[in-house]
């Protein structure tokens, strides 16, 4: 009893002191690995790469809330078919990390800008081009119109996050982490301890392995479709690419997850960035998108409507 005794009397002068805790352990799972489990969301107005004229670092002082709006202004910089009125990141924010507010998830650029080579650069160019003039079939179209991945890259390696349907469920087996996103239902599956063998050696969001390192969730992924390599609207990755993802939970209701891409053919030089995950303390909800998406019947009923009427077309604004 004097041992208890003296121990919780020590713990309390710890902390009226202010001593800090030592590091943050996650709980186990019943077969001991980290537990990452639960319903998880990235929500925030901060984007993969720095908006034009918003600064690196925020200081004391300034005016937040403005600096937020020239965000918002470079996501939807008009009001084409309602966004600014919608349910686009409603109510939104810039995240903070470790307390800090980010104007990018890119760490590694000073200039928060993924650093293309003039040819990658090219290549995003023409991507991005083709999603507004291309409506020849569907196949044509962008994975996110045809419902096979969610849009902006929101499951795909380097995660990123969405305007809606932020919410993601992480579910852990033995040989195995899948990640559910909410937007489009799209589960990815991480096969831990494994290797490189993918039949094909390509697959929708990639050919992901895992393994631990501690606390630390480690992830390799390469083996991208062609398709998936514009990830409208943010940035252009070649199917030749490797990402490093780490996922570490930090707290109870905080993973962090950080990642690194390179790809010689796309980039001068590999770039990082991270971000948090926070728990989301509702379940995710069915996205309902699918094969018989009613809206890339529209979008292609549109473009043969403009093929019979060619002065339109014409006039049409990308």
């Known amino acids: 009893m004097r041992v208890v005794a003296a121990a919780a009397f020590a713990a309390g002068i710890a902390i009226a002191c202010g001593v800090q805790a030592g590091p943050y352990h996650a709980p186990r799972t019943p077969w001991g690995d980290p537990n990452l489990q639960g319903h998880w969301t990235n929500f925030s107005l901060t984007r993969l790469e720095r908006a034009s004229g ?44 470790d307390g800090v507010l980010r104007t990018s998830w890119i760490t590694s650029t000073s200039d928060g800008q993924i650093p293309y080579t003039a040819e990658g650069l090219k290549r995003r160019n023409a991507a991005r081009q083709h999603a507004f003039v291309d409506f020849d079939g569907p196949e044509s179209r ?30 852990q087996t033995k040989d195995a982490v899948v990640i559910l996103s909410e937007a489009n239902t799209e589960a990815r599956i991480i096969r831990l301890g494994g290797r490189h063998d993918l039949p094909g050696g390509r697959a929708w969001n990639g050919d992901s392995v895992g393994h631990w390192e501690k606390e630390t969730l480690v992830v390799d992924t390469v083996g991208f479709r062609p398709e998936e390599a514009f990830r409208a609207p943010i940035f252009y990755i070649g199917p030749d690419a490797h990402v490093i993802e780490r996922f570490t939970r930090v707290g109870k209701d905080e993973i962090r997850y950080a990642f690194t891409v390179e790809d010689p053919a796309t980039y001068r030089e590999p770039w990082s960035g991270d971000m948090v995950f926070r728990t989301l303390a509702s ?16 979008i292609l009923q549109g473009a043969r409507y403009q093929d019979a009427h060619p002065a339109m077309a014409s006039n049409a604004k990308p």
């Open 283 to 298: 379940p995710i909800y069915e996205y309902a998108c699918h094969e018989g998406n009613t809206s890339l019947a529209g």
């Open 54 to 97: 918003v600064p690196a670092k925020i200081g004391k002082g300034e005016d937040i809330a403005a600096i937020e709006r020239v965000v918002y202004e470079h996501i939807l910089p008009d009001d084409a078919l309602g966004n600014k009125d919608s349910e686009w990141w409603p109510a939104s924010h810039l995240a903070r990390v």
């Open 142 to 171: 962008n994975a996110s119109e045809r419902c096979l991945l969610p849009g902006f890259s929101v499951a795909s390696p380097p995660i990123q996050n969405s305007p809606t349907a932020a919410g993601y469920a992480i579910v």
